[in-house]
């Protein structure tokens, strides 16, 4: 397994805490030579030369020392390493999560919500073997039987010449074994990353499923490919069964190899008992490293795996890039906003969705933008919340160019109640208190009341303190429609996009829905999106998109005086509502 270099860039900010696990593992190697040391010295001297209990006494307490050491440098070497993998996969999921945000909806609406959780979540946890236990052991391998060889040429040349030739056996195997973990896992993480992707999409439209009766089929979907992961994983475990027995069989044999060579020699007197058992209780130790390094490979290979995925990710440039500081502008609160010729295509290879759309929101106004399915109204949504930039053209505010405000500013001003507000698995004020974080609990009521959802509140449970489940499960669509509203009302943002507020609304909450946007419109820019006409009557100007281009703007009455989309809509519209 090849050294990912985006891996080693996150080593670095946790090389001190590397450093002292490999130190500690470093040192425990020298306290397993005193050990051996001193334990083949106390057996030499008791059976062999018939010492006393009080002549060894010295060494068994020393013996102990070491033990005692050994046990507390070792606890030492796992505690430095999880904390090492702790800060990075801390660090890399709050870089991660910051920039899934940075991304924005567009990216997020392009991929697989299961998938990105699976990789945010378990494939970050998938990297603590990595970082807590193969990195380490790499230096480890490398040193301690370096160590223990640099102890043994000393004092028996050919058994440290046989230990010598016998190590790389383990490795070679290692890497030999090691190529097809590594393609299992690739294909096990796929595998999962595709069941986590697909069994929350069935979760989230499991009514939908009952409704149309497919909840049974997407079961037995399921249990297809829960099957295929169940055989992919135990396809891995088989190679790392398969890799544990190949490398304790090589350092069993040689550890063999090596007794059988000393015990030849001790038993003709050609080495004395002290040096020879000293050579023989390091002998199994000096292959330890190496084979501990085998085992943790397979561990890190699911990591390695799961940060192609992370790093690929976190490798996709943004649509929108913040501006340099030195041009950072704020305008005076007064926001006229202008189109002016604008063209935006989400990919290279499909149709534009805006070409050459220009149009004027004054300050105070409110302007509509109608149109059929796919016109681009909510591309011009997207462009004003800088969700994505322009490919052409511009769009400037108080003459300000929209690129050179501060994002995180500009979205300060701004207030959004998309069709399909999100609610969060939070309580009622924290999903209110979302528009603004730090409101007390007076403000976040008043909000409610202007948005008609103090009564409902007031009448469930917990009240404010009600879990509304995630997506906002446990309320109805005109209920989680009000919730919107009233963080709208408690942001307080002097510019208003409300894009299909009102829609897929029963009578009633559509009445107290137009009436809280009614109230929140009043002395704000607004600009409504709509495809129900009925909420676009009131609007200052009216801005007719088709095709991602403006084919007619005015007023209602002005814009019902010409033959052209806008009729034809309004008629329909009328139409579809005379029965």
């Known amino acids: 397994m090849k050294l990912d270099p985006r891996l080693l860039r996150e ?59 050994r046990a507390l440098v070792v606890w030492g070497s796992e505690v430095s390493g999880y904390l090492a993998a702790a800060r990075v996969k801390s660090a890399l999921r709050t870089r991660l999560f910051a920039h899934i945000i940075a991304l924005g909806p567009i990216y997020v609406s392009g991929e697989r919500t299961g998938e990105l959780s699976n990789a ?42 046989v230990l010598l030739l016998t190590a790389p056996l383990i490795p070679i195997f290692m890497v030999l074994i090691g190529s097809l973990a590594d393609a299992l896992s690739k294909r096990q993480w796929e595998t999962l990353s595709r069941l986590s992707a697909h069994f929350l999409d069935v979760l989230q439209g499991l009514t939908t499923l009952k409704l149309l009766g497919q909840s049974r089929a997407q079961a037995r979907v399921i249990a297809a490919v829960t099957d295929r992961f169940r055989e992919t994983t135990m396809g891995v475990l088989r190679v790392a069964f398969l890799s544990a027995l190949v490398l304790e069989l090589v350092a069993t044999l040689s550890t063999a190899v090596v007794a059988v060579e000393i015990g030849l020699r001790l038993l003709y007197g050609r080495m004395d008992f002290e040096r020879a058992f000293f050579v023989l209780l390091l002998a199994p130790e000096f292959y330890i490293p190496l084979r501990t390094l085998g085992t943790r490979f397979h561990a890190a290979v699911d990591g390695v795996t799961a ?7 976190l490798e996709t440039r ?13 305008p005076q609160r007064r926001f006229h906003i202008r189109f002016e010729d604008i063209h935006c295509a989400y990919e ?56 050179d405000l501060p994002i995180a500013d500009w979205r300060r001003w ?12 939070e309580t009622i004020a924290a999903n209110i ?67 299909e507020a009102s829609a897929h609304l029963d009578p009633e909450q559509e009445v107290l829905t137009q009436d809280a946007m009614e109230r929140l419109t009043r002395g704000r820019t ?20 088709r095709g991602g281009r403006v084919v007619e703007s005015g007023s209602h009455e002005a814009l019902l005086q010409r033959e052209g989309l806008y009729r034809r809509l309004v008629t329909a519209h009328m139409a579809g509502r005379a029965p």
């Open 526 to 545: 607004v600009l409504i999106i709509s495809h129900r006409l009925n909420t676009i009557y009131t609007a200052d100007h009216i801005v007719v998109l």
């Open 348 to 403: 290279e290879e499909r149709a534009p969705a805006l070409e050459g759309v220009s149009f004027y929101i004054p300050h105070g106004k409110r302007v509509a933008l109608v149109g059929p399915s796919g016109s681009g109204k909510t591309t011009v949504a997207y462009l004003l919340l800088r969700f994505i930039e322009p490919s052409r053209g511009r769009i400037t505010v108080d003459g300000i160019p929209l690129a």
């Open 433 to 499: 208190r979302l528009g603004r974080p730090h409101a007390s609990m007076e403000e976040v009521i008043q909000a409610a009341r202007l948005a008609h959802a103090h009564e409902f509140i007031q009448a469930l449970p917990r009240g404010y303190e009600t879990l509304v489940g995630e997506r906002g499960a446990r309320l109805s669509g005109g209920q989680a429609q009000r919730i919107a509203l009233a963080r709208a009302f408690l942001k307080d943002a002097p510019f208003l996009i409300l894009d």
């Open 414 to 425: 701004v207030t959004w109640v998309p069709q399909h507000p999100y609610l969060f698995h």
């Open 318 to 330: 943004p649509r929108v890039t913040a501006p340099p500081a030195i041009r950072s502008q704020r």
């Open 120 to 161: 945010a979540m378990e494939g970050i946890e998938a990297l603590e073997a990595y970082f807590r236990q193969y990195l380490p052991q790499l230096a480890l391998a490398v040193l301690v039987p370096l160590t223990y060889l640099s102890f043994v040429f000393p004092r028996d040349a050919i058994s440290g010449l």
């Open 11 to 69: 080593a670095r900010s946790v090389r001190w805490y590397l450093a002292l696990t490999i130190g500690a593992g470093f040192l425990a190697g020298i306290l397993t030579v005193l050990q051996a040391r001193y334990l083949s010295r106390i057996i030499d001297r008791v059976f062999l030369k018939e010492a006393a209990l009080a002549e060894v006494i010295p060494y068994l307490a020393l013996l102990l020392v070491i033990m005692a050491g």
């Open 307 to 313: 940060a192609a995925r992370i790093f690929e990710i």
